[in-house]
């Protein structure tokens, strides 16, 4: 599907949802939300996605404390090989002030990778594939628009990698170094007028102290073939951390290789309260090609049958000073 079109497709351009190709001819950005579609960029395509931000904590109960600083969230992708495979490496670097309210002369400055990740995703099954199911019904636009109970069906996607983490590191589980597994089930439902549902399952850091358990649920919609907003919902789970984050934002499509995104996010507890705002932005250079469909139709077919005909032609032409005598005979006779 080529999503410059129309609203929904544009849609889809963002969260990386195509129904006939991974391909899309629009930047595909996971950005501003966290939440990876089951898409990939498409082969040919090397996008870079990054983000500042400003954070903020503050914890009442003990040890009470307050963070503030900023930071950064990037990933490089790139489709490789398939339309369905996606290389991928990201992270999230973050240097801040951590003073504890008890004691306001212990200021413990942090700076370091709090997520640094490298793996591969593929989309498992489509449900769009099919051409046919998706062809427009030429005789009603309530079918073209309407609900579609096959839009239940999502697309299915799985990532593998691993993180890499320093030794005393100030974001993770004491003890936890070097590099370990991360697993991902990524959902994706397109539905009509213009929304889109993702969800990620994400177990990661397997094997160690810290070993977090997330989901991602982010539902977007568009507001105009340049504008998209969204709303998200993350939670996470492990022995060092637990949260529920609420995260709001939108999208802007300056060019069709060239997003920019703001996002804020939030939580409703104390231990600590969370509050962070971001800007980004989302470019890709665009390297791709179409296969070549071999039903004798294309350009370079074409060609090749042009210069066959040419070779025939100049075969069967009579040389001059032949054709002379033989004009010559013709005016005798």
């Known amino acids: 599907m080529n999503p410059l079109k129309s609203t929904l497709i544009f849609l889809l351009s963002l969260w990386s949802g195509t129904v006939l190709a991974q391909y899309t001819d629009v ?26 931000y400003l954070i903020k904590e503050d914890r009442s109960p003990a040890p009470a404390y307050n963070v503030d600083g900023f930071g950064i969230d990037f990933a490089a992708r790139y489709g490789f090989l398939f339309e369905e495979l996606e290389l991928k490496i990201e992270g999230t670097y973050q240097n801040d002030e951590k003073v504890f309210k008890l ?20 989309l498992l099954y489509d449900p769009n594939k099919n051409e046919e199911a998706n062809k427009p019904n030429l005789y009603s636009w309530k079918a073209n628009h309407g609900f579609r109970w096959r839009s239940l069906i ?10 890499y983490d320093t030794d005393n590191n100030p974001y ?17 439902h397109n539905f009509s007028g213009g929304w889109v549902l993702v969800t990620n399952l994400i177990k990661e850091r397997i094997g160690t102290d810290q070993s977090d358990f997330s989901y ?26 637990a949260d529920n984050l609420f995260r709001f934002g939108g999208a802007y ?38 296969k070549e469909i071999d039903n ?22 009579i040389p001059p000073h032949l054709q002379q005598k033989r004009d010559a005979q013709e005016f005798d006779n």
Not at 27 to 52: C, D
Request: proline share 4%; hydrophobic share 35%; no cysteine.
């Open 27 to 52: 930047i595909n950005s996971n950005r501003p939300g966290v939440s990876k579609s089951a898409f990939s960029v498409g082969t040919g395509v090397l996008q870079f996605e990054l983000g500042p």
């Open 103 to 122: 004691n306001p002369t212990s200021v413990n400055d942090r700076a370091n990778f709090k997520t640094l990740t490298v793996g591969a995703k593929y």
């Open 154 to 163: 999502p697309a299915v996607a799985i990532y593998a990698g691993a993180h």
């Open 172 to 188: 993770t589980a004491g003890g936890i170094e070097g590099f370990s597994p991360k697993i991902m089930i990524a959902t994706q």
């Open 216 to 241: 991602v649920i982010s539902l977007t919609h568009a507001l105009s073939p340049n504008w998209v907003i969204f709303g998200e919902t993350q939670g996470i789970q492990s022995d060092f951390y």
């Open 253 to 290: 499509l300056w060019t069709k290789n060239f997003q920019l995104d703001t996002a804020v996010t939030f939580n409703t507890k104390d231990t600590p309260a969370v509050f962070s705002a971001n800007l980004g932005m989302s470019y890709r250079f665009d390297f791709h090609q179409d």
């Open 296 to 317: 004798g139709t294309s350009a370079k077919d074409e060609g090749k049958r042009r210069k066959r005909g040419k070779k025939r032609r100049k075969k069967d032409e």
